[in-house]
Every structure is written in structure tokens, then in C-alpha cells.
């Protein structure tokens, strides 16, 4: 699909759902073969006349690989939910340049490496869940 505004939004979720096998998912609706606005597919919400990006839960949804940096580019996220899936390498330090997030939700992954001390900027964040890593 290729809104007139959704040139970054399709960057962040294609590099999203390539790098988590999204033909494995759980709910894929919307994701494989995406002709519609990235708004009806399944975990994204959206607000706005532009429609931006707020809210991206995938949570026990079957991701598998690694949470790419382009994922910096959904700029007015303010809740994301990827708990409870097979994602692992680092949490990518792109995160702190998502200024909006108020809640980052990685528990029950696979995640390793250090914890990206970019994350310490984010004024808005409220709830930070990154056991079981």
C-alpha cells in the first residue's frame, strides 16, 4: 500500500516483519502482501490525520529473529508490545530515538547482549519490561 504519508511507516514494518519471519506468524492479517493502510493490520494502531503510528503489540504472536533499528522510524510510538515471543540479539539502541514511547514491552524473549543506556533519555517512558531475557 502506498498512502501518500506512509513512506516511513512501510519502512519500519517491512523491516519489522521481514526480521521476525512474518510469514510465521500467528496473525498475520494485513502484514503478507500488504495492499491496505499499515493501520488495519493486526497490532497496529493508529491516530491522527496522518494517521501515525501510536501502538504496536505483537505480543505471543510467533515473532522469530531480531527487532530491526529501522523500528526508530515509527517516531510517534508510544506503546510498543513484543513481549512473549522468540526475539533475541540485542535491543537495538535505535530505540532511544523514539522520543513518544511510553511503554516498551520486551519480556519473555530471547534477548542478549548490554542494555542500550540510550534508553535512559526517554522522558516519557512509564513502564520498561525486559525480564526473562
Not at 15 to 27: I, P
Not at 36 to 44: I, K, N, R
Not at 74 to 99: A, C, F, H, K, V
Not at 111 to 122: E, I, M, Y
Request: hydrophobic share 35%; glycine share 10%; aromatic share 10%.
Amino acid at each position: 500500500y502506498m498512502g501518500t504519508f506512509y513512506g516511513p511507516t512501510l519502512i519500519a514494518l517491512g523491516a519489522l516483519g521481514e526480521s521476525t519471519q512474518s510469514h510465521f506468524w500467528n496473525n498475520q492479517e494485513g502484514w503478507i502482501g500488504a495492499d491496505s493502510s499499515p493501520c488495519t493490520w493486526f497490532g497496529v494502531t493508529c491516530e491522527g490525520p496522518t494517521e501515525s503510528v501510536v501502538q504496536l503489540v505483537l505480543s505471543s504472536n510467533g515473532l522469530l529473529g531480531t527487532i530491526p533499528e529501522k523500528i526508530n522510524l515509527l517516531t510517534r510510538l508510544r506503546y510498543l508490545d513484543l513481549s512473549s515471543n522468540r526475539l533475541s540479539g540485542n535491543i537495538p539502541e535505535g530505540l532511544s530515538q523514539m522520543t513518544q514511547l511510553q511503554y516498551l514491552l520486551l519480556h519473555n524473549n530471547q534477548f542478549s547482549g548490554t542494555f542500550p543506556t540510550g534508553l535512559t533519555v526517554l522522558i516519557e517512558l512509564q513502564q520498561l519490561w525486559i525480564s526473562h531475557n
